[in-house]
């Protein structure tokens, strides 16, 4: 008997290696890193750094490692970190913060993903000794619980020039950001031009099993594979899956617009459905948000209802539910996943049912 088909749109993450990829691992050069001899680590660890413009990089087992190692390495303990509100550093990454650091986050709220550089300068502490001492601004670019969103290169530069002004490090989470340079049509080098560090994924998107690298300058890099260390994020012959990340640089990153139109046509498809707000003007590149709008519904509820149906949805609110494009879908996949989630909110809404009221 045939399994049914499921349609996968929880997240990007969700992706599996390519064929290339999969040849690569196997014939990798492996040493052992923590030596610093694995020489495709090395070679990754370059191309990375190359790509966005920095000295160094770092390679790490996952984005959460790369973000809390980067803090670690610009911070020590009772510093504060001006972070928004709503960035996966603080929201998403189990107080790693306050317990890896011991840093305390100053939050401020964004506009959609979207920081204001006066609100960042106004967060910035006067040297005082009644306060902790700003030590490190973190952006955040695609930002994810805003959906994907971009942030312009003008604004990543007056953000910079911010912390330039107050003489603090940038570290910018990344794990999207070639998302993001597609999107707005720029190298990704040019989006962290004046960051002091930067972490992106490769797990992503980008379809890589494993991984996530840092970069920046020699001697903060030196300082955060200290921090890779205590985080034991310190491989031996990593190689083995380094090499799928080279193989994802150098191909993947160019096929990202595939993702965006997709997510595009799936908002087209999804206008007007019964019980569903959206945004059209927000969906800049991988992510779709859906907003439920029916009294008596939840967003979990018509998640478990989309499973059912074969569509796989992630519910990252209440009343909210998240969409996600990847390689590992087709348009055709995204036509029929639309169809399906139609269907669902159609019944959903329908007097007459009320299975998935609460």
């Given amino acids: 008997m045939t399994e049914a088909r499921q349609f996968d749109l929880r997240s990007d993450t969700v992706t ?29 660890e370059s191309l990375g750094a190359s790509m966005l413009g920095k000295e160094c990089g ?6 959460t490692m790369g973000n809390q190692a980067s803090v670690m390495a ?39 993903g979207i920081m204001d550089p006066d609100r960042v300068r106004a967060a910035v502490r006067p040297d005082n000794l ?23 290169v003008a604004v990543m530069d007056a953000l910079m020039e911010v912390a330039l002004d107050a003489g603090i490090p940038v570290h910018v989470d990344g794990a999207r950001i070639f998302n993001a340079a597609t999107a707005l049509g720029v190298p990704a080098a040019r989006l962290v031009e004046k960051a002091d560090s930067v972490m992106f994924c ?26 890779r260390k205590v985080l034991g994020g310190g491989m031996r012959q990593a190689g083995v899956i380094a090499a799928a990340g080279i193989v994802a640089l150098e191909e993947m990153t160019g096929r ?33 948000m859906l907003h439920i709008e029916h009294a008596g519904l939840t967003a979990q509820g018509v998640v478990d209802a989309l499973r059912r149906k074969g569509v796989l949805a992630h519910a990252p609110g209440p009343s909210t539910i998240r969409l996600v494009t990847h390689k590992d879908l087709s348009m055709e996949d995204v036509l ?6 139609r269907e669902v909110m159609t019944e959903s809404c329908d007097p007459g049912r009320s299975s998935l009221r609460r």
């Fill in 202 to 227: 490769l797990s992503k998107g980008l379809s890589a099993p494993i991984g996530s690298v840092v970069v920046g300058s020699e001697e903060f890099i030196a300082r955060a594979r200290r921090s």
């Fill in 16 to 44: 599996v290696p390519t064929s290339k990829m999969w040849s690569a691992m196997t014939g990798a050069k492996l040493g052992d890193d923590v030596y610093g001899e694995d020489p495709t680590v090395t070679e990754l």
């Fill in 58 to 63: 770092l390679f790490l087992p996952s984005g």
């Fill in 256 to 288: 990202l617009e595939e993702d965006h139109k997709m997510a595009s046509r799936l908002v087209e498809e999804l206008a007007g459905t019964p019980g569903i707000a959206l945004d059209p003007g927000t969906v800049e590149t991988n992510m779709v």
């Fill in 130 to 152: 009644h306060c902790p001492r700003t030590a490190l601004l973190c952006l955040e670019n695609t930002h994810n619980r805003a959906g994907g969103r971009v942030v312009p």
């Fill in 336 to 341: 029929q996943a639309a169809r399906l989630i």
């Fill in 74 to 112: 610009h911070t020590s303990r009772g510093d504060e970190v001006i972070v928004d509100a709503d960035s996966h550093i603080f929201y998403y990454e189990a107080g790693g913060l306050a317990l890896l650091s011991g840093v305390q986050p100053r939050t401020i709220s964004s506009d959609g």
